[in-house]
């Protein structure tokens, strides 16, 4: 039997709290709108608490949306209500609630002598917040999730206990955010087995997963995670987020699509959706893509090695492990540059009706490389002006 892994997307709240990005209301709602014909489970709106246009931000996609929508809210009254207002009319309103459970961030955040003195007390202290919040939250609305904050780096034994509380006081999703991105992809999997182990109420709640990207492990954690329980996977559209941002959502659904030979588990994901959304989430928040990103980047779909070109010609499968209409992606792209051959020449020639054969290849190829060791890429122009002067006229 195959079981679903939840995609919840957090483009509009962690993604957007990426340096240099901002999106405006506008923005917000269109993306959300793209986010459904994506498929996503739940998205993460905003953190209403934080801003006015977050809170309305937050306001319009719940009111729109027939997904379920997230706001986030720190464990204090004040946060949690300001979520449930701007959820009020959300069909289906989920309120996140999260504190900090890492001793690092224990002593860095709640240094204050009124959360008690000794790490123990704190530790106390901020059990007691975490099973409060859940509990008010609960008075709003059954949908809640839990994150403890940088539990990539919590004390296991403490992790466990504050995860059985919260899911006791009514939580239905815990979330394990790898928040520093420190933790590698075999630990961070026997984080979460061992939670399994740990919580004797485990099975009343989803396990969630949200991945930072420092180390470049958020895609990998997150599918560890998956292959140890965790049945939530939390990430954005092009993997931005704080800092090197959070696990990136098409590598995630398209690592469990193309490799489902190694496990059973799926999403409902429409990919064909992913390019769009990918391509509307970078020019929103004005964030390049990379051109070698995984998926979405420019290069993804492109060739340019002589060989690699020949076997494309041949059979497709050579050197691409999904097609790029299975995301969206237009067509692939055999780029013509100084490392492509004969091969790929002749194709892209004849693709502009150009016949060229034998000899005359030869002769027109000896130009290219000439051209191409003074140019980047070649393009289709470049090759019109090149084949007028070797022939003068296309055939027809
Ligand atoms: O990275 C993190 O820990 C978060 C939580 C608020 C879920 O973004
Ligand atoms: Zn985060």
């Known amino acids: 039997m195959k079981e679903k892994v939840l995609i919840f997307d957090t483009t509009l709240r962690d993604g957007e709290q990426s340096p240099g990005a901002s999106l405006n209301l506008q923005e917000k709602v269109e993306i959300a709108r793209q986010l459904e014909k994506l498929n996503v489970d739940i998205i993460e709106a905003g953190f209403p608490a934080s801003s006015p246009l977050q809170f309305e931000a937050v306001r319009h996609v719940g009111d729109e949306s027939g997904k379920i929508v997230a706001a986030l809210c720190r464990a204090m009254e004040n946060d949690i209500k300001s979520a449930h207002d701007a959820l009020r009319n959300a069909r289906y309103p989920r309120i996140h609630t999260f ?5 690092i961030h224990i002593m860095g955040k709640f240094g204050h002598e009124r959360y008690g003195k000794t790490l123990a007390e704190k530790q106390r202290s901020i059990l007691k917040m975490a099973v409060d919040a859940v509990r008010y939250a609960k008075t709003f609305t059954d949908d809640i999730e839990f994150s403890a904050e940088d539990a990539g780096r919590t004390d296991p034994a403490y992790l466990a206990e504050i995860i059985e509380a919260v899911i006791e006081a009514g939580a239905t999703t815990v979330n394990i955010p790898d928040t520093t991105g420190y933790t590698w992809p075999s630990e961070f999997g026997k984080k979460i087995a061992d939670l399994k182990q740990r919580v004797t109420n485990i099975d009343q709640a989803v396990i969630s997963v949200h991945c930072h990207n420092d180390l470049g492990l958020a895609v990998a954690n997150t599918l560890s995670s998956i292959e140890n329980g965790a049945r939530q996977a939390e990430c954005s559209i092009n993997g931005i987020g704080e800092r090197a941002g959070n696990a990136s959502l098409e590598e995630i659904v398209m690592g469990l699509k193309v490799r489902s030979d190694l496990h059973d588990f799926y999403t409902d994901i429409v990919t064909e959706e992913i390019y769009n ?8 928040t004005g964030l390049i893509i990379q051109p070698n990103k995984a998926i979405v980047g ?8 002589g060989i690699h070109q020949d076997g494309m010609l041949k059979n497709r499968q050579t050197y691409e492990v999904m097609t790029p209409e299975s995301v969206g992606v237009p067509q692939t792209t055999i ?17 502009l009706g150009y016949k060229v054969t034998g000899e005359e290849l030869e002769k027109v190829y000896e130009r290219f490389l000439s051209v191409a060791d003074k140019k980047k890429e070649i393009y289709d122009d470049d090759l019109r002006v090149l084949m007028g002067d070797e022939l003068n006229k296309p055939l027809e």
């Not at 504190?99 to 001793?103: A, L, N």
């Not at 959304?277 to 929103?284: A, G, I, L, N, P």
């Open 99 to 103: 504190i900090s459970t890492s001793d």
């Open 277 to 284: 959304t990918s391509r509307m989430v970078s020019s929103f």
């Open 298 to 305: 420019d290069n993804a779909f492109a060739h340019e090695s």
């Open 335 to 351: 780029v013509l540059g100084r490392h492509s051959g004969k091969h790929g020449l002749q194709a892209r020639l004849s693709s």
